[in-house]
């Protein structure tokens, strides 16, 4: 990967954003705030007479402990800004994977985004393509592959596979992301089996097992013969808004379509989150068959990142699930940081023979600046526009990606600092910790 040196496109295009707010005198369309805070309250609301719905998204695994860490590390490292430097022009262009990039952010995979609006994940992938962000699109959607990838259209799309137990149905999901224009596949390690969640528990709300954040499974030619069945077509939906206890009496009642998908629901969770943990060995399978960058999501420590460049997979994406499957692990920033101290990972990043992503409680500009000062090269968005998505559907997911590359851009800029090459991995120079 090479941060862009570049200036020669010397235009600081996301921090008009907030100069367009100020002329418009009006909130931020859509959303009405700026302010997470106040974003993640009008998602609650919103969602008032859905609460599992919201609790879905925001809950953690165990006391949150995880999540919890994941803020407060960011909150820990502090910029230290620099004056008198001319950083008019400012680029936050990169690339990875050979790949050019508007920004270093890219869009979370999240699943079962049609629990919170109508739209689901066609809303945020056309909103990632509007504004120019990579959109990677989960294996726990609730619309088909090719129908994110045509809401996407010419946008720039990753997948993030939930590793099949079977190898003709993973065989299946390569062939057709590659058909649709995925470009990198991201495979998550992290959740072989679901966390330990407990706003979930209670309320046994597991949209899956009603067949919703299933439609990669339902659209799927391979994992559908095994029924007897045929795919079920790329624009299936499934029925807006999702309440458990409608879905429960339909099958009561012996509704054979809400019956089927209840079936074929727990099916597909039994295919992708099987309980049955894969090992490193197994990594040859999907290099074989996959030609693109392959990258693994939930790496947490330099030990499995030097045996990622063993294996010889592309990139990592540091990450600990937003909380949600370890209650009590260390933080994502932290384990970056330890990653960091590894020769074998610098060397390995330095030659572009692996590519370091982090996610999990990047909240604001800031937090993408200590990110990439402390070696990652791209960092992943998640609860955010989640809350975006339900709030203001694919506008409001416009919004808060013009919102954090704005306060990106100006955040740089104000620190001193002109493109990513003067901040990535510096934090030696321009980041203190408490
Ligand atoms: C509601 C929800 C669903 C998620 N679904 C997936 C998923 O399907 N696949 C995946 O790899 N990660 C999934 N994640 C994890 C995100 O990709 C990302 O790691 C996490 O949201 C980062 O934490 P943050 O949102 O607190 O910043 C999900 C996260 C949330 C909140």
Redesign the pocket.
């Known amino acids: 990967m090479t941060i862009a040196e570049n200036n020669a496109v010397s235009t600081s295009t996301w921090s008009a954003y907030m100069r367009a707010l100020y002329d418009n005198h009006e909130p931020p369309r859509a959303l009405g705030t700026v302010d997470i805070a106040k974003l993640e309250e009008a998602a609650r609301e919103k969602l008032k007479d859905r609460k599992e719905a919201f609790l879905?998204?925001f809950g953690s695994a165990g006391t949150c402990s995880t999540?919890d860490h994941?803020i407060s590390e960011f909150n820990r490292w502090k910029i230290i800004p620099r004056m008198l430097r001319d950083v008019t022009h400012r680029n936050v262009e990169t690339t990875l994977f050979g790949v050019k990039y508007s920004s270093p952010l890219l869009l979370?995979?999240?699943?079962?985004q049609g629990i919170v609006h109508p739209d689901g994940e066609t809303a945020t992938a056309a909103a990632a393509a509007k504004v120019g962000v990579p959109y990677i699109m989960?294996?726990?959607s609730t619309r088909s592959i090719e129908a994110i990838a045509e809401a996407n259209g010419d946008g720039q799309r990753w997948y993030?596979l939930?590793w099949p137990a079977h190898d003709e149905v993973t065989l299946s999901l390569l062939s057709r992301i590659k058909k649709a224009g995925f470009s990198a596949l991201?495979v998550?390690l992290d959740?072989m089996l679901l966390g330990w969640r407990p706003h979930d528990i209670e309320t046994a709300y597991l949209p899956f097992f009603h067949g919703v954040g299933v439609h990669v499974g339902l659209t799927d030619p391979a994992f559908m013969a095994r029924f007897g069945l045929a795919p079920y077509p790329a624009d299936n939906v499934p029925s807006w808004p999702y309440v458990p206890a409608r879905q429960d009496e339909l099958i009561r009642n012996g509704d054979e379509d809400a019956t089927q998908r209840a079936f074929l629901g727990k099916e597909w969770i039994r295919e992708v989150t099987s309980g049955v943990f894969k090992t490193w060995d197994q990594l040859a399978f999907l290099k074989q068959h996959w030609e693109g960058p392959l990258i693994l999501?939930g790496i947490m420590c330099a030990e499995d990142a030097e045996l990622a460049i063993d294996y010889g997979v592309d990139g990592i994406v540091v990450?600990n699930?937003?909380?949600?499957q370890v209650d009590g692990s260390l933080s994502t920033l932290y384990a970056l940081y330890m990653i960091m101290q590894s020769p074998k990972v610098r060397e390995a990043q330095a030659s572009g023979r692996l590519t370091v992503l982090i996610?999990?409680?990047?909240r604001t500009g800031s937090d993408i600046i200590k990110a990439i000062a402390l070696g990652a090269q791209g960092v992943?968005?998640?609860?955010p526009f989640?809350y975006a998505l339900t709030v203001g559907g694919q506008e409001g997911v416009e919004t808060q990606l013009r919102s954090i590359l704005a306060d990106f851009d100006v955040s740089l800029g104000l620190s001193g600092f002109k493109n990513l090459s003067e901040i990535y991995h510096k934090a030696d120079k321009i980041l203190v910790r408490d």
């Open positions: 879905y998204v999540h994941n979370a995979p999240i699943g079962v989960s294996t726990a993030q939930y991201v998550t959740t999501k990450s699930h937003g909380g949600r996610d999990s409680g990047i992943l968005y998640g609860r989640m």
